[in-house]
Nanobody, 126 residues
Framework: QAQLVESGGGLVQPGGSLRLSCAAHGFPLAYYAIVWFRQAPGKEREGVACGSSSDGSTYYADSVKGRFTISRDNDKNTGYLQMNRLEPEDTAVYSC???????????????????WGQGTQVTVSL
């Protein structure tokens, strides 16, 4: 069964770093854009970053620009989100999604998502 599985979440102090992984199973992630998004309790879902497969373009939400980096390893069929200088406001469930080809709306989720992950909790706190 084709699916995305996230890992790498956890508890980190403000200013710390985490790297999230998004492993694709059952389909070749190389042909898909990877979208990372997050949702905190009581807040709307927010697109964080997107990396196209077609031309390698990357897009970031203003709230994470300069701190987060999206990348992929097609040999491992896995995408990554490196998160540095984490802030308490970054606390949320982080999920990845796969969209055929490219990032249609910058870092935001399009309507035509092909595969969804289930999410991993990131908590930034002392």
């Amino acid at each position: 069964q084709a699916q995305l599985v996230e890992s790498g979440g956890g508890l980190v102090q403000p200013g710390g770093s985490l790297r999230l992984s998004c492993a694709a199973h059952g389909f070749p992630l190389a042909y898909y854009a990877i979208v990372w998004f997050r949702q905190a309790p009581g807040k709307e879902r927010e697109g964080v970053a997107c990396g196209s497969s077609s031309d390698g373009s990357t897009y970031y939400a203003d709230s994470v620009k300069g701190r987060f980096t999206i990348s992929r390893d097609n040999d491992k069929n896995t995408g990554y989100l490196q998160m540095n200088r984490l802030e308490p406001e970054d606390t949320a469930v982080y999920s990845c999604a796969a969209v055929l080809s490219r990032c249609y709306y910058g870092p935001e989720l399009p309507s035509n998502v092909d595969y969804w992950g289930q999410g991993t909790q990131v908590t930034v706190s002392l």
